[in-house]
Every structure is written in structure tokens, then in C-alpha cells.
T-cell receptor, first 112, second 115 residues
């Protein structure tokens, strides 16, 4: 089955620890995205990547970092500099020439 | 700059009655418009999209939306609600319909369906 996988589904971390969220796709899409979702605020773009070894900041990049070493993978690290990291994180991808995005099932991060 | 306003944060309907979820947009260019649905603790699923073809767009599960440029609206409708339609719905705008472009999401409308 083609699609996007995110792991883990639920993640708990202590305050001050860095944590990395996984996103993998087998759709052969060039572009990948990370969003943060908070209740009543819709989705906000954290980072996006149009091609391997290249990525750009979105609207709320502070306290986050990404890498894109492989076309299939776009991991997101939530650093200790992120002031309010508890949220639902969604990864998405899109094919070149299309702006329709396909979403993974999400990771719910809770920082204690 | 592009923006989206979903006019209702919550909509309640009875099963079997029509659904109307309202969305207004702002865009400097010819926009692409989307409706996505999200069930609790799940990812987003595309319901339908408008990309400058027919103004009345039909999507999955009996939903449709009409693009009205004069009103800058893209409201989502369904003739008869089903219990399984209960979810959160997002209206989304993208400037341009080819190549790379970012999506701007509305804040969502929660659809509640009662028996």
C-alpha cells in the first residue's frame, strides 16, 4: 500500500529533552511538509522540503529542526528551545506539479 | 497573501438533514481550494478540490462544494448527513495549481451529527 507513515502514534517526553518524530512516504513524492495542530487553530506549517538535501522554514519554525537526506524520509526534531511543544504533529507529501497534499496519521506529542 | 475564514467553529445537524459548512477565502491569484476531513486523532483526508475547472465540485461520500468568485466563497454541502460524517472539516486555499505552493488552512469546523 502506498502512503505516509508516522511513528510513534503517541510520544511522551520530559521537559528539556529533544525528541525526533519520524515521517516516511512511499508515494515517490518530491515535496514533504510538517504541520503542527493545536485545538481551534487549524494546521500551521513548521518546515517543508521540495527536494532532497533542501528545506525551508514555514510559519512557526522556531524550536524545530529537520533533515532530508532521503526522498522517502523527512524527520522532525522538537528541540528544548520549543516553548510549548505539546501538540499533534502531521506530516504530508505532494507530487511535483500538484498542490494536493497527502497526510500521515499524525503523532501526538506530550511534554511532561 | 492568501487566507481562509471558516465562518462556524461548530455545526450541529440531525441525521438525514442537509449539511452546510461555510468558507470564505482571500487570494491574490487564481486559487486552488480544498476541503479536508479529519476524524479524531487521525490524519487529514481530501474530500474534494477546485482547480479552475467546473465551479461545482463533487467529492467523496456525497459531499460537494461550489466555487463562487464574486462572493469569494467555497461552501461545503451534503444533502443528507450520516452519523459517520461527524468530524472536523478544514477549508484550504493554495495560490496557483501547478508546481509547488503552500497551503493555508482555515481553523476548522466541527460537524456534530445527532441521531
Amino acid at each position: 500500500d502506498g502512503g505516509i507513515t508516522q511513528s510513534p502514534k503517541y510520544l511522551f517526553r520530559k521537559e528539556g529533552q529533544n525528541v525526533t518524530l519520524s515521517c516516511e512516504q512511499n508515494l515517490n513524492h518530491d515535496a514533504m511538509y510538517w504541520y503542527r495542530q493545536d485545538p481551534g487553530q487549524g494546521l500551521r506549517l513548521i518546515y517543508y522540503s521540495q527536494i532532497v538535501n533542501d528545506f525551508q522554514k514555514g510559519d512557526i519554525a522556531e524550536g524545530y529542526s529537520v533533515s532530508r537526506e532521503k526522498k522517502e524520509s523527512f524527520p522532525l526534531t522538537v528541540t528544548s528551545a520549543q516553548k510549548n511543544p505539546t501538540a499533534f504533529y502531521l506530516c504530508a507529501s505532494s507530487a511535483t506539479g500538484y498542490n494536493e497534499q497527502f497526510f500521515g496519521p499524525g503523532t501526538r506529542l506530550t511534554v511532561l | 497573501a492568501q487566507s481562509v475564514t471558516q465562518l462556524d467553529s461548530h455545526v450541529s445537524v440531525s441525521e438525514g438533514t442537509p449539511v452546510l459548512l461555510r468558507c470564505n477565502y482571500s487570494s491574490s491569484y487564481s486559487p486552488s481550494l480544498f476541503w479536508y476531513v479529519q476524524h479524531p486523532n487521525k490524519g487529514l483526508q481530501l474530500l474534494l478540490k477546485y482547480t479552475s475547472a467546473a465551479t461545482l465540485v463533487k467529492g467523496i461520500n456525497g459531499f460537494e462544494a461550489e466555487f463562487k468568485k464574486s462572493e469569494t466563497s467555497f461552501h461545503l454541502t451534503k444533502p443528507s448527513a450520516h452519523m459517520s460524517d461527524a468530524a472536523e472539516y478544514f477549508c484550504v486555499v493554495s495560490e496557483g495549481n501547478s508546481g509547488y505552493s503552500t497551503l493555508t488552512f482555515g481553523k476548522g469546523t466541527m460537524l456534530l451529527v445527532s441521531p
